[in-house]
Every structure is written in C-alpha cells, then in structure tokens.
C-alpha cells in the first residue's frame, strides 16, 4: 500500500459515493503515489465505481471486490473454488458497462431484414447466467455429499466441535496445537477456506471430531454469506461451537459481535443452537494489567478460557472445559438392548458414560449416562 485517506462522508453522492473535493484530493494521491489500484473499504454501486475509475485515472474495487479476490487466492479445494467463482460472477452481473461500443448492436435474423439481436451487454449476462447455474448445480451436489457425510457422522459414535471466530482470530493455529496437524495457518485475512477436521483425544472421550471453519468478517457480503452457506452449515451440525476470539486486537467486541450476527444469519441463535464457549487466544499479547483484569473475568465464567494457541497456554483447561459442555445436562437412561447388537453397544460406550450392565435372556441392560443430543441420536438408530 502506497498511501491511504480516510473521509467522512456525510452525504452519499449517488455518482461517486464521495463528495467532490474528497474525489479529487484520491486522485491527486494516486498520481502522485503512481497507485494503480484505489481500494474503498465500502460497497460501492456499480455507476460509483465506474464514476471514480474515470475520476481517479486508476482501476477502483471496493469492500467486496477486494475480499473476493483474497478469496481467490486462498482457495485450495474444487469446492472452494467454486464457491469464489459462483460469489465473483453474481457481484460481477451488475458491473457489467458499456466496454463493447463497436458491437453494441448485433443483427438477427438473415440479411438486412432481422430485428435487433442481443446487445453484447446481454450476451454476457447470459452467459454469467448460465456460468452461475452450472456452477450451482455442481454445489448442490456437493451439498448432497457433504449432508451423507454428516449422516454417517451423526450415526458414529464421535461429537463433532467446530472453531468459529472472526478472521485472523488464530482458529488454525488452535487446530494445529489440539491435532497436532500442519493445516496453512498464517497471520492473514481468510487463511481457511474450506472446512477442515481432524479427530483428537478430549478427558473422558476416546475421539472427537474438530473442525476448522471459515473466518469471519464484519459486513460480509451477501454474495459471499450465500456461496458459503453449505461449508458453513457444518457449524449447524456441530455438537459444541469453540469462538475463538482475539483479546489483543483493539475491536475485539465488535467482532464478537459480527461472528454472532453471522450465526444468527446461519439460523444458529440462542434457540436450539449447538452449546458454545469462548477461547480468549492471544493473551500471550497483553500487558500484565489487561491480562490480569481479563484472567480475573474468565474465572467468574464457565463459558470462557483464555489460551495462547502458539505458546500452548490454557489448552489443557480449554480440552477439559470442552468435554465438560460435550456431557453437559446429561442424564441416565436405562436401555435393553440384544447381546448381538455390537454396534449399538460400542456407540453407547463411546458417546456416553457407561454406570451399570448385565445381561440378562440374550439381553444386555445398560444404565447410560449420556446428553440430551446423544439421547436423541441413540432413539434415531433404534427407529432406523
């Protein structure tokens, strides 16, 4: 970045979104700085983006332009690829201009006797169109597989913890330090794209599920929230939600704050959403005072660990605090069961707490400690 303005903008000009005198001093900073690309951290109409390119001497994106193409480059999978390319075409859609004047008009029919055909405008919205639809045709599929994969998921006897957080929270490096992986952590915008999980080890549970989601960011576009919306309903079906959160950044409320309006968005409110707690990361970062005041809070709450995903501080107490919310408002269950059932039998040793069993007439009777969720999952296997 060679320089940067900030403005207040009291009144949205419909042309250029900035007043005239704000317009001109950006174009003076660009010639100046030689800049090649003016960034505008707002969503920018198609006509003020065209307005200020012709203003500023200089290609213009904004806000989402830029986050899409950040998105491009981190994309690693075919899904996620094509989840860029599905929320690239629809911003794109409305951003065609007017770049084809010499064949702005085009001929149907034979001779000098056909009406107007398509304008070339025209034949690239059809074309995005059907780009578009192709492209959700494939990620219906993959929404399709994804769903079978949960299913199997919820038929095995693991919970499934999803880490949700702002982006650049540390989410990745917090997986890599509890599964020992190598997943691309870095300190940059959008570093994990498409979901991630690997199984770990928590006191009392042989396996666990974890899975490293997508960042989030305040105002995501809507594009953006709607191509995602499959890799993120992985959220949805999780048994517990680990937000981390970074208590060294300055705007660390208002980022809790945007996590919990896309999950709000996601359908996962208060009501009927999976249990959630709160990772402090980065305290490592603070002074003594900010430390000491944040450490005190967190003891007066059952819902909140501070950690230092790189230094590997609190993550004991964060596993424990974990496996503490997968077994909470549990409750004994006494179950009769055929001897011969194996499968069932290893899924009530796995996913819950094993009190009392006897066998009785070929029949193995339990008492089984186990949570509200699992309950649940235990009576669809029986009706399946």
Not at 156 to 173: D, E, F, Q, R
Not at 278 to 291: C, F, I, P, T
Request: aromatic share 4%; no cysteine.
């Amino acid at each position: 970045m060679v320089g940067s303005r900030s403005f207040r903008v009291r009144t949205v000009r419909p042309a250029t979104l900035l007043g005239k005198g704000q317009v001109e001093e950006l174009a003076e900073l660009a010639k100046d700085k030689g800049a090649g690309l003016l960034i505008v951290d707002a969503a920018l109409a198609p006509i003020q983006q065209k307005n200020l390119e012709e203003e500023a001497g200089t290609k213009v994106i904004d806000r989402t332009g830029l986050i899409l193409e950040i998105f491009g480059e981190r994309a690693a999978t075919a899904e996620g690829r094509l989840q860029v390319e599905l929320a690239h075409l629809d911003y794109q859609a409305g951003r065609l201009v007017r770049s084809w004047t010499h064949l702005e008009r085009q001929r149907g029919g034979f001779g000098f006797l056909g009406g107007p055909g398509e304008t070339q405008i025209e034949a690239d919205r059809r074309m995005i169109r059907d780009r578009m639809a192709k492209i959700r045709r494939e990620l219906d599929q993959v929404k399709r597989t994804r769903s079978l994969h949960r299913d199997r998921r919820q038929r095995a006897p693991w919970p499934v913890i999803a880490l949700v957080g702002y982006t650049n929270a540390g989410k990745s490096t917090l997986f890599n330090r509890l599964t020992g992986e190598d997943v691309f952590a870095e300190n940059l915008l959008f570093a994990t794209l498409d979901p991630t999980m690997r199984d770990i080890r928590l006191p009392g549970f042989d396996k666990v599920i974890l899975s490293d989601t997508v960042g989030f960011v305040s105002d995501l576009p809507t594009e953006l929230i709607a191509a995602f919306r499959a890799t993120l309903e992985e959220v949805a079906s999780a048994d517990l939600l680990v937000h981390v959160r970074n208590m060294a950044h300055p705007d660390r409320e208002a980022q809790r704050e945007d996590v919990d309006d896309v999950l709000v968005s996601l359908g996962l409110g208060e009501e009927g959403a999976p249990p959630r707690i709160e990772a402090w990361n980065k305290v490592d970062l603070l002074d003594a005072e900010e430390r000491g005041r944040l450490t005190e809070e967190a003891r007066r709450r059952a819902d909140v660990v501070p950690i230092s995903a790189i230094s590997g501080e609190g993550l004991e107490a964060l596993r424990e605090r974990m496996a503490e919310r997968l077994r909470s408002g549990e409750q004994v269950h006494h179950i009769r069961i055929a001897a011969t059932e194996g499968s069932k039998i290893a899924w009530l040793h796995s996913r819950g707490e094993v009190i009392e069993q006897k066998i009785e007439d070929d029949e193995l009777e339990l008492s089984v400690r186990l949570s509200p969720d699992n309950w649940a999952r235990f009576q669809a296997l029986e009706s399946a």
